[in-house]
């Protein structure tokens, strides 16, 4: 897989995540606003990396941030989030383990990856402004981390794995 199919691949990963946030909108109403929001942010993910694409592909900050791993784990993972939303299908789904899934889905590669390459110290112009633009959408982990503490839900090492 190139650079240019990665890429592809990690907007896809951002699209994948977002339908799942929205799957658990549904699926849990009492926590549908932060579902709803995180969907949003996951979609403003894609459109980031989609609107900077010939940029991404061509700064070799972002190469080096974003195209260091195995490439098919990211087809891998997409396919994941979709058997997940399969399977939970029409069975309840407690807030619980909708949170603790997400809080799994957030520690994948791609989007440990998206998350480094906010965190890349550059003088370019163009990466300062992909990462002002997405400032406030970065860390994903943390949202879901703090919501479950308010809610008093407690997550374990084993619960935030990869999935």
């Known amino acids: 897989m190139n650079k240019a199919q990665c890429l592809v691949e990690l ?5 994948a995540i977002s339908d799942l946030y929205m799957f658990f909108s549904q699926k849990c109403p009492a926590d549908r606003f932060f579902w709803e929001n995180m969907a949003q942010e996951e979609k403003t993910h894609a459109l980031l990396l989609q609107s900077n694409k010939e940029s991404i592909l061509t700064k070799k900050e972002f190469a080096n941030e974003l195209f260091v791993f195995n490439k098919n784990i990211l087809r891998e993972i997409n396919d994941s989030i979709k058997n997940m939303m399969l399977d939970f299908g029409e069975n309840t789904l407690s807030r619980e383990e909708a949170l603790k899934t997400a809080l799994r889905t957030e520690k994948t590669a791609g989007e440990l990856y998206y998350q480094s390459a906010m965190n890349i110290r550059s003088d370019d112009e163009c990466i300062k402004i992909f990462q002002e633009l997405n400032k406030e959408f970065a860390n994903h982990t943390q949202k879901i981390q703090n919501y479950m ?5 407690k997550y374990g090492i084993y619960d935030a794995g990869a999935i």
């Open 11 to 15: 907007i896809k990963l951002e699209l």
């Open 149 to 153: 503490k308010e809610k008093g839900i």
